[in-house]
C-alpha cells in the first residue's frame, strides 16, 4: 500500500488515521484557529488537486496523444463540498489552458453554501457556460461518460461524509467511470467508498489515484479500499500538525519507523536466555503449515523451535531443516517434555485440525500460563470454547495473540464474513476486548488491536494470497515475542499493548518482505517460503 506526501519536503508520513466523523467535526474548528475560512480551504484542496494532475500526469494543455486526442479533463461534480473542490480543479484546469467539460450530477438549484459559490466562481472567471453539461436524467450522465474522449477523469461526487449505498443512478455513473480508458483521480476520497471503515456497498469509484487532505482517514488504509484508491497521496493544507495535536486518535499507521523496534540482541546472548518456541499442529496432510509457522520463527530470531505435529509429518517436517527439533506428538506425551514445560511461547493452531487429536493438544497448551500466538484451527476451536463457556479461570489471565482472517475472526465473534468487512476496525477492537488479548485481523491494510487501539499496517501486496503466508507470519510474532525482555509489574492491558506493538512489527516485517520479493520477481507466484531469507535480512537491518 503506497501513502504518499504530496508536500515533498515533509519529514514523514502521518502516524495517525482518523474517521470520517472525526475530520467532518473538527476540520472548521482547526482551520478558524489558524485563521483560514473553510472556502479558502475549498480552494487549497483543489489547488492541491489540481498540482497533483500536474505532476503525477505531467498533463499538457492542448497535447495531441497518438496524434489524435487532446488533453481534455472530464470533471464529475456532486452537490456538496466535494463537488465544490471539483469546480476550483476545473477552474484551474480551464485556466491553465485545458479542453475542461464538467458533469454535473445534480440541478444547480441543489448547490448551496460554499459549493455553490465554487460554481458560481467557476462560471464567472472562466466563462465556461458552454462547458458545463447538466443533466436530470442517469442515462444522460452515462452517455456523457461514455463519449468522453479525453485521458482524464476528475471524481468529486462524494466526499468524506458518504456512507451506505450508492443511488442506481449514480451506480450507473460510477459504472461507466470505472469502463472508461482514462486516468482517473478521485477528491478525497473514491466516491462510494466509506472514508471510516473502507467498506464499499454496491459500488465505488476505481481510482488511479486518490489526493486526500488535512489527515489521513481510516477507511482509505484496510479492507476493500486498496481496490479502490489507487495510489494515496495526502496534503495536509497546512493544518495537520495542528489538527493532529486538538484531535486524539486511538488509529496509528505503520511505517518503516517501527523498524527501530527491533529486539536488540546482547554480544553474550546465548540461545538459552534468546527462547525456545513450541509449534503445535500440523495434523496429517498438513505438515506445511506448521513447518512454515517454525521456520518463520527460526529465520526470524527465535534460538530454538521444537515441533509437536502428528506422528506422521514428522519426517516432513525435520527434513532438510535440521535446525528443527521434534516433540512428541500426543498431548499425554508432550505434557511433560522439556521442550513443552520451558517453551516461552506457543504457536498453536497451524495445520492442527479440529479433531479429537487436536483438541487434546489445543486444551492442553490452553491450561498453561504461556504465551500462545493462535491461528487457523486453534481459532476455530477456541470460539467453540468461549461460545461453550469453556475458558474458565484460563481466560481471564490469558497472554493470547488472536491471528484471524476474516472468515476466522466471523467465528470468533459468531456473526458473518460480512459483518467483519463491513467494519474491519470495530470488529479488530471488539474481538480484542472479548477475549482479553491481542488481536491481529489479516487482509489489506491488517489491523491490530490490544482492546484500546488499532494499528494499521501498510506493507505488503497482492502477492501474499497464497497459501502458508499466515503460516510464516504466526512464526514472526512468537519469535519477537519472546525475544523481547520482559517489564515486570505491569498491568495485564499495559502486557497487551506491549505484545500489540511486538505484532505490528511482525507484520510490518512479513508485508516488507513480500513487498521486496514482488519489486525483485513479481506478485504472482509468490511462495510464502520465499519471504523467509528476506524476513533474515530485514530482521538484520540489511535491506
Same mark, same amino acid.
Given at each position: 500500500?503506497?501513502?504518499?506526501?504530496?508536500?515533498?519536503?515533509? /519529514?514523514?508520513?502521518?502516524?495517525?488515521?482518523?474517521?470520517?466523523?472525526?475530520?467532518?467535526?473538527?476540520?472548521?474548528?482547526?482551520?478558524?484557529?489558524?485563521?483560514?475560512?473553510?472556502?479558502?480551504?475549498?480552494?487549497?484542496?483543489?489547488?492541491?488537486?489540481?498540482?497533483?494532475?500536474?505532476?503525477?500526469?505531467?498533463?499538457?494543455?492542448?497535447?495531441?496523444?497518438?496524434?489524435?486526442?487532446?488533453?481534455?479533463?472530464?470533471?464529475?461534480?456532486?452537490?456538496?463540498?466535494?463537488?465544490?473542490?471539483?469546480?476550483?480543479?476545473?477552474?484551474?484546469?480551464?485556466?491553465?489552458?485545458?479542453?475542461? +467539460?464538467?458533469?454535473?450530477?445534480?440541478?444547480?438549484?441543489?448547490?448551496?453554501?460554499?459549493?455553490?459559490?465554487?460554481?458560481?466562481?467557476?462560471?464567472?472567471?472562466?466563462?465556461?457556460?458552454?462547458?458545463?453539461?447538466?443533466?436530470?436524467?442517469?442515462?444522460?450522465?452515462?452517455?456523457?461518460?461514455?463519449?468522453?474522449?479525453?485521458?482524464? #477523469?476528475?471524481?468529486? #461526487?462524494?466526499?468524506?461524509?458518504?456512507?451506505?449505498?450508492?443511488?442506481?443512478?449514480?451506480?450507473?455513473?460510477?459504472?461507466? =467511470?470505472?469502463?472508461?480508458?482514462?486516468?482517473?483521480?478521485?477528491?478525497?476520497?473514491?466516491?462510494?467508498?466509506?472514508?471510516? +471503515?473502507?467498506?464499499?456497498?454496491?459500488?465505488?469509484?476505481?481510482?488511479?489515484?486518490?489526493?486526500?487532505?488535512?489527515?489521513?482517514?481510516?477507511?482509505?488504509?484496510?479492507?476493500?479500499?486498496?481496490?479502490?484508491? %489507487?495510489?494515496?497521496?495526502?496534503?495536509?493544507?497546512?493544518?495537520?500538525?495542528?489538527?493532529?495535536?486538538?484531535?486524539?486518535?486511538?488509529?496509528?499507521?505503520?511505517?518503516?519507523?517501527?523498524? +527501530?523496534?527491533?529486539?536488540?540482541?546482547?554480544?553474550?546472548?546465548?540461545?538459552?536466555?534468546? %527462547?525456545?518456541?513450541?509449534? #503445535?499442529?500440523?495434523?496429517?496432510?498438513?505438515? %506445511? /503449515? =506448521?513447518?512454515?509457522?517454525?521456520?518463520?520463527?527460526?529465520?526470524?530470531?527465535?534460538?530454538?523451535?521444537?515441533?509437536?505435529?502428528?506422528?506422521?509429518?514428522?519426517?516432513?517436517?525435520?527434513?532438510?531443516?535440521?535446525?528443527?527439533?521434534?516433540?512428541?506428538?500426543?498431548?499425554?506425551?508432550?505434557?511433560?517434555?522439556?521442550?513443552?514445560?520451558?517453551?516461552?511461547?506457543?504457536?498453536?493452531?497451524?495445520?492442527?485440525?479440529?479433531?479429537?487429536?487436536?483438541?487434546?493438544?489445543?486444551?492442553?497448551?490452553?491450561?498453561?500460563?504461556?504465551?500462545?500466538?493462535?491461528? /487457523?484451527?486453534?481459532?476455530?476451536?477456541?470460539?467453540?470454547?468461549?461460545?461453550?463457556?469453556?475458558?474458565?479461570?484460563?481466560?481471564?489471565?490469558?497472554?493470547? =495473540?488472536? +491471528?484471524?482472517?476474516?472468515?476466522?475472526?466471523? /467465528?470468533?465473534?459468531?456473526?458473518?464474513?460480512?459483518?467483519?468487512?463491513?467494519?474491519?476496525?470495530?470488529?479488530?477492537?471488539?474481538?480484542?476486548?472479548?477475549?482479553?488479548?491481542?488481536?491481529?485481523?489479516?487482509?489489506?491494510?491488517?489491523?491490530? $488491536?490490544?482492546?484500546?487501539?488499532?494499528?494499521?499496517?501498510?506493507?505488503?501486496?497482492?502477492?501474499?494470497?497464497?497459501?502458508?503466508?499466515?503460516?510464516?507470519?504466526?512464526?514472526?510474532?512468537?519469535?519477537?515475542? #519472546?525475544?523481547?525482555?520482559?517489564?515486570?509489574?505491569?498491568?495485564?492491558?499495559?502486557?497487551?499493548?506491549?505484545?500489540?506493538?511486538?505484532?505490528?512489527?511482525?507484520?510490518?516485517?512479513?508485508?516488507?518482505?513480500?513487498?521486496?520479493?514482488?519489486?525483485?520477481?513479481?506478485?504472482?507466484?509468490?511462495?510464502? $517460503?520465499?519471504?523467509?531469507?528476506?524476513?533474515?535480512?530485514?530482521?538484520?537491518?540489511?535491506?
Amino acid at each position: 500500500m503506497e501513502i504518499m506526501n504530496t508536500k515533498l519536503l515533509a /519529514a514523514s508520513l502521518p502516524q495517525a488515521a482518523f474517521s470520517a466523523k472525526q475530520v467532518l467535526n473538527n476540520e472548521e474548528k482547526v482551520a478558524r484557529n489558524q485563521k483560514i475560512n473553510m472556502y479558502s480551504l475549498m480552494k487549497s484542496a483543489g489547488e492541491a488537486t489540481f498540482q497533483h494532475i500536474q505532476q503525477a500526469y505531467l498533463f499538457k494543455p492542448n497535447l495531441e496523444v497518438q496524434g489524435t486526442t487532446k488533453q481534455d479533463i472530464l470533471v464529475i461534480c456532486g452537490n456538496g463540498n466535494n463537488g465544490g473542490d471539483g469546480f476550483i480543479v476545473a477552474g484551474l484546469a480551464s485556466q491553465a489552458g485545458y479542453q475542461v +467539460t464538467v458533469l454535473l450530477t445534480v440541478p444547480t438549484e441543489q448547490l448551496v453554501d460554499d459549493a455553490l459559490r465554487a460554481y458560481q466562481n467557476y462560471i464567472k472567471i472562466n466563462k465556461a457556460e458552454h462547458a458545463l453539461v447538466l443533466f436530470n436524467q442517469q442515462s444522460s450522465n452515462v452517455e456523457t461518460v461514455e463519449n468522453f474522449k479525453g485521458a482524464l #477523469i476528475v471524481d468529486a #461526487i462524494f466526499g468524506i461524509g458518504f456512507k451506505g449505498r450508492l443511488s442506481p443512478s449514480i451506480a450507473l455513473l460510477v459504472g461507466a =467511470i470505472n469502463q472508461h480508458c482514462a486516468k482517473v483521480i478521485s477528491v478525497d476520497v473514491p466516491s462510494g467508498l466509506c472514508a471510516t +471503515t473502507g467498506y464499499v456497498d454496491n459500488c465505488a469509484v476505481i481510482a488511479n489515484s486518490t489526493v486526500t487532505f488535512i489527515a489521513l482517514k481510516s477507511g482509505l488504509i484496510t479492507g476493500q479500499a486498496v481496490n479502490y484508491t %489507487g495510489k494515496l497521496y495526502l496534503d495536509d493544507l497546512s493544518l495537520g500538525q495542528s489538527f493532529s495535536a486538538q484531535v486524539k486518535s486511538d488509529i496509528s499507521v505503520l511505517g518503516a519507523s517501527i523498524l +527501530t523496534e527491533l529486539p536488540k540482541r546482547s554480544p553474550n546472548s546465548h540461545k538459552g536466555n534468546v %527462547g525456545l518456541v513450541m509449534a #503445535i499442529g500440523g495434523e496429517k496432510g498438513l505438515a %506445511g /503449515a =506448521i513447518r512454515l509457522s517454525a521456520e518463520g520463527a527460526l529465520r526470524s530470531g527465535a534460538a530454538l523451535v521444537s515441533v509437536c505435529c502428528h506422528q506422521s509429518n514428522q519426517a516432513l517436517v525435520f527434513n532438510g531443516r535440521p535446525e528443527l527439533m521434534l516433540a512428541p506428538s500426543c498431548a499425554d506425551q508432550l505434557m511433560h517434555h522439556p521442550a513443552f514445560t520451558k517453551a516461552k511461547a506457543y504457536i498453536l493452531g497451524p495445520g492442527l485440525g479440529q479433531n479429537k487429536w487436536g483438541k487434546a493438544l489445543f486444551d492442553l497448551a490452553l491450561a498453561q500460563d504461556k504465551t500462545s500466538v493462535i491461528d /487457523a484451527d486453534g481459532l476455530r476451536l477456541l470460539a467453540q470454547d468461549y461460545y461453550q463457556g469453556l475458558l474458565n479461570d484460563t481466560f481471564k489471565h490469558n497472554k493470547w =495473540i488472536l +491471528t484471524p482472517h476474516p472468515g476466522e475472526a466471523a /467465528a470468533l465473534l459468531n456473526c458473518t464474513v460480512a459483518d467483519i468487512e463491513h467494519d474491519r476496525l470495530s470488529a479488530v477492537k471488539k474481538i480484542a476486548e472479548q477475549y482479553k488479548c491481542v488481536c491481529l485481523l489479516k487482509g489489506a491494510g491488517s489491523l491490530i $488491536s490490544d482492546g484500546q487501539h488499532v494499528w494499521v499496517n501498510t506493507s505488503g501486496n497482492s502477492g501474499m494470497a497464497s497459501g502458508g503466508m499466515g503460516d510464516v507470519l504466526s512464526g514472526i510474532v512468537a519469535s519477537l515475542v #519472546i525475544q523481547k525482555k520482559v517489564v515486570k509489574g505491569i498491568s495485564q492491558q499495559q502486557q497487551r499493548t506491549e505484545y500489540a506493538n511486538l505484532t505490528a512489527l511482525a507484520v510490518y516485517i512479513h508485508g516488507k518482505a513480500a513487498d521486496f520479493i514482488a519489486q525483485k520477481h513479481g506478485k504472482i507466484g509468490m511462495l510464502a $517460503s520465499d519471504l523467509l531469507p528476506v524476513i533474515q535480512q530485514l530482521i538484520n537491518k540489511k535491506i
